[in-house]
């Protein structure tokens, strides 16, 4: 198993337009074969950064979705949203 973290910062004023947008890509990706869980947070007192936190099967099935026409299209929502390009880091169990 490994854990995507995914930190986005949403232009001010546009928090809901992005919830909106962020809720159908978790939607989408629900279906996707490797997919576990999500959770998105925002961090407080900053109503502008958001935390994704998503549990996959393994890199493979992640790196799938990653290049994916589904994921392309549903971030086609998201990506003018956000002040800066999303940062991606990919965890997986200490040994």
């Given at each position: 198993?490994?854990?995507?973290?995914?930190?986005?910062?949403?232009?001010?004023g546009?928090?809901?337009e992005?919830?909106?947008?962020?809720?159908?890509v978790?939607?989408?990706?629900?279906?996707v074969?490797?997919?576990?869980s999500?959770?998105?947070?925002?961090?407080?007192?900053?109503?502008?950064?958001r935390?994704?936190?998503?549990?996959w099967?393994?890199?493979?099935?992640?790196?799938?979705?990653?290049?994916?026409?589904a994921?392309?299209?549903?971030?086609?929502?998201?990506?003018?949203?956000?002040?800066e390009?999303?940062?991606?880091?990919?965890?997986e169990?200490?040994?």
């Amino acid at each position: 198993m490994i854990k995507v973290i995914i930190e986005r910062r949403i232009m001010p004023g546009l928090e809901d337009e992005y919830e909106q947008a962020a809720r159908e890509v978790m939607r989408v990706s629900l279906g996707v074969r490797g997919f576990v869980s999500g959770e998105t947070l925002a961090q407080q007192g900053h109503t502008d950064r958001r935390l994704m936190i998503t549990k996959w099967r393994d890199l493979r099935a992640w790196k799938e979705w990653h290049a994916s026409d589904a994921r392309a299209t549903a971030m086609q929502r998201i990506l003018p949203l956000l002040t800066e390009d999303e940062t991606i880091r990919i965890y997986e169990a200490g040994y």
